[in-house]
């Protein structure tokens, strides 16, 4: 069978999405199936010839790009999949819909409500205002969607999505957490052995919450004197990070790694004590599985996605404070090490339901039942629609954009006349 992996970014780029889609094309083409990966950009010198990239425009510094419409031979190629399985709502599902021939599959990787707040500095309100009209309206572009927890199966239902939700959770490969290639020690930073190290693994980003992690951190230490914080990774905010860490002076007590290869991830989690985040902004995060996987109990905030994975009081400790509550369980767990060692085993066992293979089986399963029963034949909206058409995006932007009706205006490029000006080159290409 033939499988299409639609996604707006990918490798050299890591993140949670890159990564998914790199385990499923490894494991799914280990049991036969032939994968193409449909991205966006310039070409990578590590892409093969399963990698096919679209020329488009860059938007972020994170390496995504948004095109009007995918390359005349990528279309072409689009056309040839059994299963096309999109893993971006813009410049994925739509896409995958509109030159594929076969049933759509959509995975929602994000919590788009809380990063158009995050991101676009949005007011909620009027980040809600577009997720309930754009998140149902690109998932009705493919005939499954996946949700990875079910939580958040449940806020895609409550924003008004109206295709078909099954929850297949992510998975990892769980064997270089079990016995990491090549441990690190604390002794490899400057740390004695009886210091308590907490650590956080991702993106050091706004909707990460790292700031708030760090004042957290400042109040546990304080209490707890050997407790130290390490943050693996980097993002857009490690410079006022670093400033924070200065201002609050403990500068030897948090320590940068920088960007850390995702295969060397499980090195550093093995010397750790605690896995740490304050991030609320997950759909089921790969960090957090890992955390178990590594044997470390996981102290965060209690939100979708993390709480469907952390039971509070047997693997980890959850908190609906953040304010507060995060440093209480820090020192909770820092000055209790026979607590620790009791939930560093129950997290390994539970996260053996957060094999990748498991992940992976369900999939396929979901890939033969709708390449037997081609549910995309039967669907209203045939192949080959486009979102992007000048009535729909009038009809859909004069909906949701009402600035007379706010004391927060959306930005320009929401309003109608910036997206609906007249380029008629550029129309002639998206017909």
Known sequence: MRIGMVTAVYKPVVNGVTRMVELYRHYLEAAGYDVTIFTLGAPDPSDDDHIIRSPGFQVSDRGYYLTPGFSRAVQKLMRQMDILHSHHLIMGVEMAHRYGRCPVIYTNHTRYDLYGNAILNLPQSAADAILRQLWPDFCDYADTVIAPSESVRQIMLDFGVRTPILTIENGIELAAFHQPPQPRRKADFGLA?????????????????????????????????????????????????????HQLGLKDRVHFTGPVPAAEVPDYMVMADIFVTASVSEVHPLTVIEAMAAGLPVVAVSSPGISDSVESGQTGLLTTRPDGGLAAAMVGLALNPARRAQMSAAARAASDRYDIRRTVALTQALYEQLNAERPDLKRKQPHGRRYLYRQRVQSTLNRIFKPDESENPLPHWFNPEFWLRDRRDQHDQWK
Do not use: C, N, W
Request: hydrophobic content about 55%; charged content about 25%.
């Open 193 to 245: 052995d009886t210091a308590v190290l907490l650590l956080y693994v991702g993106r050091l980003a706004p909707e990460k919450d790292v700031d708030g992690l760090i004042d957290q951190f400042a109040i546990a230490a304080d209490v707890a004197p050997d407790l130290h914080l390490m943050l693996v990774g980097d993002g857009l905010s490690r410079e006022m990070l670093v400033a924070q860490v």
